[in-house]
């Protein structure tokens, strides 16, 4: 499924080493930013990819199914309170439909 590849991708690009901003940060001063943030990340990215790995593929068809049929229907609601907030206006302020 094409959701898949996009996470990997998406965290492939998260865990690439990142280049220098500029000439005047030197080397040591990079080094030190990602040995600080190098333990917090790879805790969360653990987390998650031990979560990917634990969820069947037949989990994520129905996930996708699921996540269509909330979407539908939360614009069908939405579409609803749009109309009925319309007519509530007219009716309110006593033009005729």
Known sequence: MAGGSKVR???RRRMAPR???GSGSSG?????????????RKLRTG???SALRWRK?????LAALFQRAAYH???LVESV???ARLCFFFVRFGFRL
Do not use: I
């Open 81 to 83: 309170v749009v109309v």
């Open 47 to 49: 987390a998650f990819s």
């Open 57 to 61: 593929p037949r989990g994520n068809v």
């Open 73 to 75: 229907l939360l614009w």
């Open 19 to 21: 280049k220098a901003a």
């Open 28 to 40: 040591s001063e990079a080094a030190s930013t990602s040995a600080q943030s190098s333990p917090r």
């Open 9 to 11: 991708e998406w965290m």
